[in-house]
DNA sequence: CTAATAGTGTCTCTGAGACACTATTTG
DNA sequence: CAAATAGTGTCTCAGAGACACTATTAG
C-alpha cells in the first residue's frame, strides 16, 4: 500500500470482493491435466472468496480441501485478474495461484481437464482458461531450473520417468542421453532399480538437495 | 473467483481495503534506482487505494501521475502482499507492480534511492523493500530474454551503453566482444555514430522488433 | 537365442570466451 | 605522433547432440 491518498481514509471507498482460484495441475497419462469443480456456470477452478484477516495461500488452501479434497500443497501467484466485469455478481478480484501434485493424490471423483498448448480442452468459467495458460508457464519456468519441483513424480523415479514428464511439460521429444547429462548433477541414485520397463532394470533416483539444473538445460527444454 | 461460497453471498464477508504498490526502476550513474515518495512512516514507493470499478493497472498509472509525475508506464504484476498486520490501519492487501524508465524522465524533484544487492539502501515503510526486491528480479528476468524491453536506455543507444547498461542491471562485468555477439542479432544498426566515447566513433543501434535475446544470452547474463 | 530397455563411450561440430589485431577518432 | 575507444578475425576448448555400442533383464 502507500501513504494514504491525502485525506481519504480507508473507509472512504466501497471495497471489491477478494477472491483466490487455484490452478492444481498434473501429469497423467502423457497429459498435462488441471483439478476443475463442477459450478453453475460450468467447470470452473476450485476456488474461494477470502475471508477477514486470512492470507491468500491460506484461502486457496481451504478451497483446494473443501472442493477438491487437497491440502497442504504450496501455491504460487500467477497473477491477480481484475477486469470489473469478470463476474456478474460484482466487483471481484480473483488471484489466481498455480501449484501441481502427483495424480495419484487426486482423488478419483474430482474432474481433470486435460490442458493443451496451455489451454484447457474443456472451457471454464470466467477467465480460469486464462488462469490455466499463465499456471502452464509459471510450472515450465520452475521445471526449467530444478527437478521436478513440485514432486509429481513422487520422490523416487526412474530417467525414464523423469524424461516422459519433461516431454509432456515441454511438449516436445528430449534425446535420452543428452536429457541424462543434462539433469544427472542434480540427482542422486538410490541404489534401489526398477523393473517396471521390461529390458534392463532402470536404476531409481531421487532429487539431491535443491535439485537445481544448470543453465543450459533451460535451453535444451526450451528449444 | 469462483462458484459461490456454498450460500454466502458476496456482501456477507468484510472485505479488504485493495491498494497498489509501484516500484519504478531505472538506472543512473551506474546503480539501479527506485522511486521513492515521502510518506508518514518514511520513504514509500508510490501507491494509492484502488478505487471502485477501476483496473489495477489504472490505479497504478494514477498513482505514480499523482505522486511521481510519470504516466503511460507499462506495469507488471510482481505479487499480491497480503500479511493481515503489514498496515497498522487496517486490512490492506497490497498489489506489487514493477516498471523501469529512463532516467532523464524522472522529474528532478522526485527522489531516488540506490537499489543494492536487490535491497534499497534507505529502507522503505510497510514491506516495500520485499517488493523492490522481487521487481529487480523481474526485471533482470525480463532483461534476459529482450534487450532493454523497459527502454532504459531510450530508442537509440551505443553498444557501450548497452553493456554498461546489462553490467549494472546484473552486477557482473561483461565482456565487449562476447557480449556483443550475444546481443549483435536482437539489434539494427542505424547508420549513424556517436563520439560519446573520445576514441573511435561507435555505431549506434536500435532495438530490431522484438529484440529477443537467444537462450544462450540469459546463460551468460546470470552466470 | 531375440526383444526390450538402460546406460555410456566417443565423435563431431558449434559456439562461448579470450586474445590480439585493426580501425577511427581527438589532441 | 600517442591515447582512447570501436569493432572483428581467430584460436582454443568445453560441451551439446548424435550415434552406436555394451549391459541386463524377460521370455
Redesign the interface.
Known amino acids: 500500500?502507500?501513504?494514504?491518498?491525502s485525506g481519504?481514509a480507508?473507509t472512504d471507498?466501497?471495497?471489491?470482493?477478494?477472491?483466490?482460484?487455484v490452478a492444481v495441475l498434473t501429469v497423467h497419462e502423457e497429459t498435462v491435466k488441471v483439478v476443475v469443480?463442477?459450478?453453475?456456470?460450468g467447470p470452473?477452478?476450485?476456488?474461494?472468496?477470502?475471508?477477514?484477516?486470512?492470507?491468500?495461500a491460506d484461502a486457496a488452501d481451504r478451497?483446494l480441501r473443501t472442493k477438491a479434497g487437497l491440502g497442504g500443497l504450496d501455491f504460487h501467484?500467477i497473477?491477480?485478474f481484475?477486469?470489473?466485469d469478470?463476474?456478474e455478481?460484482?466487483?471481484?478480484?480473483?488471484?489466481a495461484h498455480g501449484t501441481a501434485v502427483p495424480p495419484g493424490i487426486v482423488e478419483s471423483e474430482v474432474e481433470l481437464v486435460a490442458v493443451v498448448d496451455e489451454k484447457p480442452v474443456t472451457s471454464l468459467?470466467?477467465d480460469h482458461g486464462a488462469m490455466v495458460a499463465l499456471s502452464v508457464r509459471d510450472l515450465r519456468d520452475r521445471y526449467a531450473s530444478s527437478v521436478d519441483p513440485a514432486g509429481i513424480l513422487g520422490d523416487r523415479f526412474t530417467l525414464l520417468e523423469l524424461r516422459r514428464l519433461y516431454e509432456v511439460v515441454f511438449d516436445k521429444d528430449l534425446p535420452k542421453d543428452t536429457f541424462r547429462r543434462h539433469v544427472f548433477g542434480a540427482l542422486t541414485a538410490t541404489g534401489e532399480t526398477s523393473l517396471a520397463g521390461g529390458g534392463r532394470p532402470a536404476e531409481v533416483y531421487r532429487r539431491s538437495g535443491a535439485a537445481a539444473l544448470p543453465?543450459?538445460a533451460?535451453?535444451m527444454l526450451?528449444s
Open positions: 500500500m502507500s501513504n494514504e491518498d481519504k480507508l471507498y466501497p471495497r471489491p470482493s477478494v477472491a483466490v482460484d469443480v463442477p459450478s453453475p456456470r470452473a477452478l476450485p476456488g474461494t472468496f477470502l475471508h477477514p484477516g486470512e492470507r491468500l478451497a501467484q497473477g491477480m481484475d477486469a470489473p469478470r463476474d455478481r460484482g466487483w471481484v478480484l480473483s488471484m468459467a470466467f543453465e543450459s533451460a535451453a526450451r
